[in-house]
């Protein structure tokens, strides 16, 4: 499959990486350096590539992985995005970072959903710290495997989407329409509380298991 990343921050550069190393064709794109976007590509020792944004729309499915005050621009210079796989990581935070600017009634995932005037949206990944997907990723052989929640309206995109989740080392679960979006992004924040404060190491990520009721 051809995976366009529009980001090249942690989670793009590590993800579009770990695509790359499962067998996927990878476009980077989207830094304010060319090289870096190269640099991205050389490391991933695979099928992977720069390009622009718009050379990432042109795939089959594309990642949108940057932070919410980058997506209109990003999104501009992608150009067409409609009828497109999307799947967005981006949790929309304000500029500092502190707090979510959209939520309860709606969720980035389905603004997106606007914003591309129609792009077959999937939430996922924007659950689990980017500093983990390395570590998920090398022991993808092991059982049990962390969980990953994912969340959409367009059936076909969410078993690309369901692919790409297994292939990054996750278990998928699917949580239902896009609408569970407004649940999924603050969830990213708790899971950034555990991964980032009282000092341990960041590389975290969660399992869902379910037990047969006892009489």
Not at 53 to 71: F, K, M, T, Y
Not at 106 to 126: C, Y
Request: hydrophobic fraction near 40%; include cysteine; proline fraction near 6%.
């Amino acid at each position: 499959m051809r995976i366009g990343v529009l980001g090249s921050g942690a989670m793009g550069a590590k993800l579009g990486t770990i695509f790359a190393r499962a067998g996927h064709q990878v476009v980077f794109s989207y830094s304010r350096s060319d090289e870096k976007l190269k640099s991205l590509a050389r490391r991933a020792k695979a099928d992977a590539r720069a390009g622009s944004p718009r050379e990432a729309a042109g795939c089959d499915a594309v990642l949108l992985a940057v932070n919410w005050p980058q997506v209109d621009d990003v999104l501009h210079q992608a150009h067409d995005l409609a009828g497109k796989v999307l799947l967005t990581c981006a949790v929309p935070m304000n500029e500092d970072n502190t707090e979510l600017v959209i939520g309860r009634t709606s969720s980035g995932a389905e603004e997106l959903v606007k914003k591309t005037r129609g792009a077959r949206v999937v939430s996922a990944f924007g659950t689990v710290p980017s500093e983990a997907l390395y570590g998920v990723f090398r022991r993808r052989t092991h059982s049990p495997r962390p969980s990953l929640v994912y969340c959409g309206d367009d059936e076909a995109a969410k078993r690309v989407a369901r692919g790409l989740i297994h292939d990054a080392g996750f278990d998928p679960v699917d949580v239902g329409p896009l609408r569970i979006a407004r649940y999924t992004e603050p969830c990213a924040l708790l899971v950034a509380q555990v991964a980032y404060e009282g000092g341990r190491p960041p590389e975290v990520a969660y399992r869902f298991e379910r037990f047969p009721e006892e009489e």
